[in-house]
């Protein structure tokens, strides 16, 4: 009895893990698809020490994805490392993205803008929609066209 409430336990997290159940939207699916049509990099510049990070992220349309850091100092790659996470939609209105990482645990970002070839992000270490008026980074994202 013990394994069958294990197992099920499992499968419950297993299907949770899924970024939408039952019926999507013309508007739901039109943002899935946006979203993880590709890969969203953002370059980040620090001209008086002369280092280049490029973050670079891909969502895919089973709630995996992959989250690719690169490091130069000096037109030198110092650091290249790549992560994996599951997502999911926090609300039905697919506004807020929840990411979980291993390496750096939950993650929340509020779509504040989401086209062909860019994503505009508030990012926070709680569901936004939970904790009104929370902390955030702001990071805007290019489609990478070079990369899909």
Not at 115 to 134: E, F, Q
């Amino acid at each position: 009895m013990k394994h069958l409430h294990c197992l099920l336990a499992m499968l419950i997290l297993f299907v949770s893990c899924e970024p939408s159940t039952g019926y999507i939207t013309p508007e739901q699916d039109k943002i899935i698809d946006l979203l993880t049509n590709g890969i969203w990099l953002r370059q980040s510049i620090d001209g008086a020490n002369k280092v280049e990070v490029l973050n670079s992220w891909k969502f895919e349309k089973n709630g995996k994805g992959s989250n690719r850091i690169e490091r130069f100092e000096d037109n030198i790659k110092v650091f290249d490392e790549t992560f994996y996470f599951q997502w999911s939609f926090t609300t039905e209105s697919m506004a807020v993205i929840y990411i979980l990482r291993q390496e750096t645990g939950e993650e929340f970002w509020q779509i504040m803008d989401l086209t062909d070839s860019t994503l505009k992000v508030r990012a926070s270490i709680k569901d936004p929609v939970l904790n009104p008026g929370i902390e955030y980074s702001e990071w805007i994202y290019k489609h990478d066209t070079e990369k899909d």
